[in-house]
């Protein structure tokens, strides 16, 4: 079967850096993409890799792994917007996209 | 990007009854999707909406509790039917402009059934 495995929670201070993993297990593989989701409202696209390595957006940064199945979201300078659920997607060979379930990350002052 | 209208945003209903919830593109897609969020929980594909045919429906989904309406490139309904407590749930309308592209989503509608 097809899977997306990501942490369900996450704490992290402001101003500090946070990296939430994600490992996924997809009938081929065409993308690994990141959304934003706000309590309350519709996720937002961060990142997409479809190559190995990383990939930088401004405080946001995103790495692929294909061999290993792996991705994370690595974000700096955390602030207290930052708190929301991270949601990890990858796209099979169909080009349908696979949905975890989410990390809701909680920032601290 | 996408600017998408979905409304209702919000509805409570009564159970047995049917809901229709609509999505408007600003600019004409071929890839248009209709998926449900249940608090803390992934999001699920119900549907692809197809322009001039039948959607095709995910497991677990069916035409007749969720039959789906595109009638043109930039529109598409979604009628929640014979609604039943378990039904509560965010129904997202989502595009993409291409297979390898990412997904844009309208605002959602939050649905609870009493």
């Known amino acids: 079967g097809q899977n997306i495995d990501q942490p369900t929670e996450m704490t992290a201070t402001e101003g500090a850096i946070v990296q939430i993993n994600c490992t996924y297990q997809?009938?081929?593989?065409?993308?690994l993409f990141w959304y934003q989701q706000h309590a309350g409202e519709a996720p937002t696209f961060l990142s997409y890799n479809v190559l190995d390595g990383l990939e930088e957006k401004g405080r946001f940064s995103s790495f692929l792994s294909r061999s290993k199945g792996y991705s994370y979201l690595l974000l700096k300078e955390l602030q207290m917007k930052d708190s929301a659920s991270y949601l990890c997607a990858a796209k099979d060979s169909n080009y349908q996209l696979i949905w975890g379930a989410g990390t809701k990350l909680i920032i601290k002052p | 990007s996408a600017v998408i209208s979905q409304k209702p945003s919000r509805d409570i209903c009564q159970r047995g009854t049917s809901l229709t919830i609509q999505c408007q593109v600003d600019?004409?897609?071929?890839?248009m999707f209709w998926y449900r969020q249940q608090p803390g929980q992934s999001l699920t594909l119900i549907a692809t909406a197809n322009q001039g045919s039948e959607a095709t429906y995910e497991s677990g989904f069916v035409i007749d509790k969720f039959p789906i309406s595109r009638p043109n490139l930039t529109f598409s309904t979604l009628t929640v039917s014979n609604m039943s407590p378990e039904d509560s749930s965010i129904y997202l309308c989502s595009v993409e402009y291409g297979e390898g592209t990412e997904a844009f989503f309208g605002q959602g509608t939050r649905l609870t059934v009493v």
């Open positions: 997809t009938s081929g593989f065409n993308g």
């Open positions: 600019s004409q897609v071929t890839m």
